[in-house]
């Protein structure tokens, strides 16, 4: 039987004892509002799940008081340096169909017979891509539910057959819907299909919503797109996790080559420049290897270019995934190699998945809010209480279990709850108040990582990048 603990904060901080000094550690609050700092007697694992399901948790609510008495809270989770690196538009199965063949056989992947109707009702099949860059599909609001499908998960050809602009250096071919269904293999991304057996993946990570790149980032930074749906931008008063972070005074960064994924918050941005909150990634990588990585980081590629740009490393069609690959495991090496791993995690995740097949129904979700999606962006009338496509999400740790699945529902406000837990700050909406952050995922008692794996830098295959340039820049 689970006994509730009282949770204070002045409760949640370490014993800081010297041996020269035995005795107790004075407790002292962190700043923020003191509402933040109260004790919290948690519910029982089952009542806060049952709460969590009928999303009876609101805006506001402590991790406490809405994760289950079993959790730990504050710095009793034995992890002071988390970070965010949200590449793009990928699904799950698309990536990781084979990862069952390749040695992560708890990790569930589309039957073997999956297909999906062409306009003419004849199935067509999944299949092993070699084409490692191809005309960007559709993953905008309305074509991601035809996509969905009423839970039959096999519009994903219908919808991208003929969608799109065909490049300088192709031909019509590569509009086909078939290349939705394509899915890589270990041969193809060597390096994920490495992580997910190494470290801790989740089968049943969902983005935020069923739609495309803004809001479902919007959801990552805020547990909100604020009724966006589309290209939408959020409101200019929109308060952000780092908002919450900078009133607890932590020290939290973006690094970033290119445009930051919170440049859509106009304002924030603006503040946060003022601040010197955005570094490079080269900055990333000195500050690894002195120890001196900040509480929190969101990690970003470089994002916002057009979805013709082959070579770039976010992973956005038509870039090609082994670029991205190779940007991803130089952060994990330079973290891995940092003073500072012992007491980190990074989630490696995708904001959405791009229009690319996944055969697993999102499940229904909490509505953050009382703001509905955009109507003039929304003629099917779609609400924002269903997660989007699955997506891979990784958890790289000392911490994080070894060859490990996780089967529980996340989405992206399941990282955000993490965050607050661990931070104890406040649920920005009734979504992520209502979110299970993914403690499966770790083993803070025992971790299987504290001497880090070593780390191959994959490469990007010369031969195939010339021939995407050959067709998207000739």
Known sequence: MIRPRAFGFAALLLAACSSKDPGPAVEQPLPGPPEWNKAVTPPADAAAKQA????????????????????????????????????????????????????????????????NPDKDGKPVAMFHSTDYCF?????????????????????????????????????????????????????????????????????????????????????????????????????????????????????WKIYRDGTAGMTTFVSKYSIYNGDGRFHTIAEFKADAAAGTLPAFAFIDPHLGLASGNYDNDDEHPAALAQTGQ??????????????????????????????????????????PDDIPPNPMENPIGAKFDQYGVRVPMIAISPYAKKHYVSHEVYDHTSLLRFIEARFVVPALTARDANALAPWDMFDFKTPPHLDPPKITIPTVPADKLAACKAIFAP
């Open 52 to 115: 969590r399901a009928s999303c009876s948790y609101k805006k506001d609510a402590l991790p406490a008081e809405t994760q289950g008495a079993s959790y730990p809270m504050g710095a009793q989770i034995p992890i002071d340096h988390i970070f965010v690196l949200m590449q793009e538009n990928r699904s799950f199965d698309h990536y990781f169909q084979k990862l069952p063949d390749y040695g992560q056989k708890d990790a569930e992947v589309a039957p073997a017979g999956y297909s």
């Open 135 to 251: 005309v960007d599909t559709n993953h905008e609001w309305v074509a991601t539910h035809d996509q969905l499908d009423g839970g039959k998960m096999d519009g994903f050809f219908k919808t991208n057959d003929g969608d799109g602009s065909v490049p300088k250096g192709g031909t019509a071919a590569l509009l086909s819907g078939k290349r939705a269904l394509g899915y890589y293999d270990q041969s193809d991304i060597p390096f994920y299909y490495w992580l997910a057996n190494e470290f801790a993946i989740a089968d049943r990570y969902f983005s935020a919503l069923p739609g495309p790149t803004f809001p479902n980032r919007s959801y990552m930074y805020a547990a909100t797109s604020f009724g966006v749906i589309g290209g939408g931008l959020p409101p200019v008063s929109a308060t952000l996790l780092t908002d919450y972070l900078s009133e607890r005074q932590l020290d």
């Open 326 to 367: 190779k940007f991803v495991a130089e952060i994990i090496d330079a973290l891995a190699k940092s003073p500072n791993w012992p007491r980190s995690v990074l989630f490696l995740t995708y904001d959405e998945h791009g229009g690319l097949f996944d055969h697993v129904v999102p499940p229904k979700a909490c509505p």
